[in-house]
Every structure is written in structure tokens, then in C-alpha cells.
């Protein structure tokens, strides 16, 4: 960005005394002075607006997260979720999340962080947030199981730039352990 102040000469074609405008020369001023403005008001908007994105993340992620009460589970997800399932994880297990919008992925310092309500009491902020935090090669792979529901992912279909299916394993198991993702059986009713 380069510094620049208002036009020496700017009161003699702007302010209301010459909006009706004066003759050919004032008009031009006016005329240019108006689009710079507007270009100028244009480029503060594209710039607050690719904001947007990171403000949403924070205020769903910590805000709205702190504020949510974990979902409550029937027996079969409680089953699906309990400990005892972890060791059934695999590379052809399919997992979904307990409930839409139980937890969230951003981008904080270089890692990828998920938010969740899992571990909040049911005491209005009785606990702190336990983020969980990645590598940023781990993050498609979060979007992706963050977002399966109702339809589970299979493990072993989860995008990661790795050629190494231990990471997808790794990345599933970490979310597991946390009690959003269940074990998906596509033919039983949850």
C-alpha cells in the first residue's frame, strides 16, 4: 500500500456546495475523486470480507462450543462409542459423527485444531475446552470424518497426502477416542 493523503485541492470540488457541480473541471475532479474513493472503499471490504471464514471458525469453535451441551446417545451409539469398540477400529471400519456439529476443525498457529462439546459438563462452561490439535496434512481427513453424517467413511477412504494408511488410522483413532465418531453399520439402525 502506498501512503497517500486527500488531494490538496479537494474542497473546491467536493462537500455539498458542489455536488450540483460547478463546470467541466470540478466535475472531472469529483467524478475521479467519487471512483478512487470507491475503488479504495471496495478494497477494505475484500479485504474484511476474507475474514469472514477465520471469524466463523473462532466463533463456532470456541464460542458456540463452550456453550453446547454433548449430545445425548442412545444405547446402540453408546455401544458404538464405548472404548471397547476402539479396538475393532481398522483400516476398512467405517466411522460417522454422533450428531452434526458436535465438533469443528480450524487452522491455528500452523496446526490443524478440532473443537468439540463431548467433554463439556452440564454446568454452563463447568469445563474448559479440550482442543485437540494435528498436523495441517492431517486436515482433510478431519473435514472429511467431521463431516460423515448420517453416512460413515470408510477409514481406509479418508483423503490424507500420505501414502502411509497408519495415518489415516491414526487420525480416526484420535477422534474416536474422543467419543464423537461412532462405528458406522450402514445396515443397523442407530
Given at each position: 500500500?502506498?501512503?497517500?493523503?486527500?488531494?490538496?485541492?479537494?474542497?473546491?470540488?467536493?462537500?455539498?456546495?458542489?455536488?450540483?457541480?460547478?463546470?467541466?473541471?470540478?466535475?472531472?475532479?469529483r467524478g475521479a475523486f467519487?471512483?478512487?474513493?470507491?475503488?479504495?472503499?471496495?478494497?477494505?471490504?475484500?479485504?474484511?470480507?476474507?475474514?469472514?471464514?477465520?471469524?466463523?471458525?473462532?466463533?463456532?469453535?470456541?464460542?458456540?462450543?463452550?456453550?453446547?451441551?454433548?449430545?445425548?446417545?442412545?444405547?446402540?451409539?453408546?455401544?458404538?462409542?464405548?472404548?471397547?469398540?476402539?479396538?475393532?477400529?481398522?483400516?476398512?471400519?467405517?466411522?460417522?459423527?454422533?450428531?452434526?456439529?458436535?465438533?469443528?476443525?480450524?487452522?491455528?498457529?500452523?496446526?490443524?485444531?478440532?473443537?468439540?462439546?463431548?467433554?463439556?459438563?452440564?454446568?454452563?462452561?463447568?469445563?474448559?475446552?479440550?482442543?485437540?490439535?494435528?498436523?495441517?496434512?492431517?486436515?482433510?481427513?478431519?473435514?472429511?470424518?467431521?463431516?460423515?453424517?448420517?453416512?460413515?467413511?470408510?477409514?481406509?477412504?479418508?483423503?490424507?497426502?500420505?501414502?502411509?494408511?497408519?495415518?489415516?488410522?491414526?487420525?480416526?483413532?484420535?477422534?474416536?477416542?474422543?467419543?464423537?465418531?461412532?462405528?458406522?453399520?450402514?445396515?443397523?439402525?442407530?
Amino acid at each position: 500500500w502506498n501512503r497517500r493523503s486527500l488531494p490538496w485541492d479537494y474542497p473546491s470540488f467536493m462537500g455539498v456546495a458542489h455536488a450540483d457541480g460547478e463546470g467541466d473541471v470540478a466535475d472531472r475532479k469529483r467524478g475521479a475523486f467519487r471512483a478512487e474513493i470507491r475503488r479504495l472503499l471496495l478494497e477494505v471490504a475484500d479485504a474484511g470480507t476474507s475474514l469472514v471464514d477465520a471469524a466463523a471458525d473462532q466463533m463456532a469453535a470456541k464460542s458456540f462450543m463452550l456453550d453446547r451441551l454433548p449430545p445425548p446417545l442412545s444405547d446402540e451409539e453408546e455401544a458404538a462409542v464405548h472404548p471397547a469398540a476402539e479396538g475393532r477400529l481398522g483400516l476398512e471400519s467405517r466411522l460417522r459423527m454422533v450428531r452434526r456439529g458436535v465438533g469443528r476443525v480450524v487452522v491455528e498457529d500452523g496446526k490443524a485444531v478440532v473443537y468439540h462439546c463431548m467433554d463439556n459438563s452440564r454446568v454452563h462452561h463447568g469445563a474448559q475446552l479440550s482442543p485437540m490439535e494435528f498436523e495441517l496434512d492431517d486436515g482433510p481427513a478431519l473435514e472429511t470424518l467431521l463431516s460423515a453424517h448420517p453416512r460413515g467413511v470408510r477409514v481406509v477412504d479418508l483423503p490424507h497426502p500420505s501414502d502411509d494408511p497408519d495415518d489415516r488410522l491414526a487420525v480416526a483413532e484420535a477422534l474416536f477416542r474422543e467419543g464423537f465418531l461412532l462405528l458406522d453399520f450402514p445396515d443397523a439402525v442407530l
